[in-house]
Structures are given as structure tokens and as C-alpha cells.
């Protein structure tokens, strides 16, 4: 599968631990947005990389939240200090922008779902 | 405040009626619109997209959709549905200044035998 994919895909934790999601994008794709989305709701922009700069942040949740993409390939997001509110399905997107463009389709991983209890 | 709403929430059809959903944007300035749906149990996958050009697009398994400028909308439609179409269907919006897709919250489209 060449798709974009997610690990894990479902993730039970205590509150107060660290959780740290993964996304591997398709290969070519120079953008990697994070999203979150909770029941009966949209996905939820959280932040952005292009190749590996993070180029939008502001819309991460909390400090509590943090994303990497130190090579421009695969993608990290932590949560620290998790809380039950952060209970969710956190999904990881992949496109390719060229130069000039708005933005490409975004292809969505199947998400990684976060149980605080 | 800039937003994406989808009216229905929950919908429920007969196989062979037509669907329309309902999507309205408050974005000024110039928007892309796009159309995602997520069958059970599957990833978020693109149903059709409008940048520019002809208001009326088409897309995947029959699907349309219409920009209307004046009524800040992009309905979705489709003349007959069938069971397989029952997902969550979900509007979304991008400005030409942007960078992220914004998301309506979805509509539930349950269709029956």
C-alpha cells in the first residue's frame, strides 16, 4: 500500500503520560498536515510541514502539543501530559503542492485513535 | 467568522432517491472547494473539488457538486443513491491565501434497502 499511513492506529493511555503518533506520507509529497477530529465533528486543521519546515503552528491545541519532521519524510506528533479532553482520532494528511499552487488533494491516513483514560 | 457549514446532519434515503447536501461558506475572497467523503471503517478520501472554472463539477461514483458565487455554496448531489453510499460526507474549504483545508462538521447519509 502506498498510501499514507499511521501508527499507531489506536493508542489507550493514562492521563498524564506522553503519547507520540507517527505518519508516513506518500513518498513524493512535499506537504504533511496534521488534523484532529472528535465525534460528530469535522477534521480540525492542527498544523503543517512543508518538506521539513513547520511552516503553521499556531492552531496546535496547546503547548501540551508538539509535531516534527526532521527529514522531510515521515512525521512525529506528541502530546505531553495527556488529558481526557484529548481523546480523539488524530489524522495525518499528505499532498503535493508545486510551485505557485494552493494546494494539492489531500490523501488521508486511516488515523490514529487516542483513548485518555 | 470564518466557517464551513454542512445543514444536515443526519440522512437518511431509500436506495434510487436523489441526494442533495448542503454546504455554506463564509470566507471572503476567493475559495476552493472540495467535497471528501469517508466510507465505514475507511480513511477520508476526495469525492470531487472545484478551484475554478465550470461551477458544476463532477466526480467519483456519480457525484456533483455546484458553486454558486452568490449563495457562498457548493451542494453535493447525486440523482440516484445506492447502500453503498452510506459515510460521512464532508464539505471543505480553502482560500487562495491559505494553506489548510477547513472542514464543515459532515452529514451522515445512512441509505436503506
Known amino acids: 500500500d502506498t498510501g499514507v499511513s499511521q501508527d499507531p492506529r489506536h493508542k489507550i493511555t493514562k492521563r498524564g503520560q506522553n503519547v507520540t503518533f507517527r505518519c508516513d506520507p506518500i513518498?513524493?509529497?512535499?506537504?504533511l498536515y496534521w488534523y484532529r477530529q472528535t465525534l460528530g465533528q469535522g477534521p480540525e486543521f492542527l498544523t503543517y510541514f512543508q518538506n521539513e519546515a513547520q511552516l503553521e503552528k499556531s492552531r496546535l491545541l496547546s503547548d501540551r502539543f508538539s509535531a516534527e519532521r526532521p527529514k522531510g519524510s515521515f512525521s512525529t506528533l506528541e502530546i505531553q501530559r495527556t488529558e481526557q479532553g484529548d481523546s480523539a482520532m488524530y489524522l495525518c494528511?499528505?499532498?503535493?503542492?508545486?510551485?505557485?499552487?494552493?494546494?494539492?488533494?489531500?490523501?488521508f491516513g486511516e488515523g490514529s485513535r487516542l483513548t485518555v483514560l | 467568522a470564518q466557517s464551513v457549514s454542512q445543514h444536515n446532519h443526519h440522512v437518511i434515503l431509500s436506495e434510487a432517491a436523489s441526494l442533495e447536501l448542503g454546504c455554506n461558506y463564509s470566507?471572503?475572497?476567493?475559495?476552493?472547494l472540495f467535497w471528501y467523503v469517508q466510507y465505514p471503517g475507511q480513511h477520508l478520501q476526495l469525492l470531487l473539488k472545484?478551484?475554478?472554472?465550470?461551477?458544476l463539477v463532477k466526480g467519483i461514483k456519480g457525484f456533483e457538486a455546484e458553486f454558486i458565487k452568490s449563495k457562498f455554496s457548493f451542494n453535493l448531489r447525486k440523482p440516484s443513491v445506492q447502500w453503498s453510499d452510506t459515510a460521512e460526507y464532508f464539505c471543505a474549504v480553502i482560500l487562495n491565501s491559505g494553506y489548510a483545508l477547513n472542514f464543515g462538521k459532515g452529514t451522515s447519509l445512512l441509505v436503506t434497502p
Open positions: 494528511a499528505s499532498s503535493l503542492v508545486r510551485s505557485g499552487a494552493i494546494t494539492g488533494e489531500l490523501f
Open positions: 513518498s513524493e509529497h512535499n506537504r
Open positions: 470566507y471572503g475572497g476567493t475559495v476552493n
Open positions: 472545484y478551484f475554478s472554472g465550470d461551477p
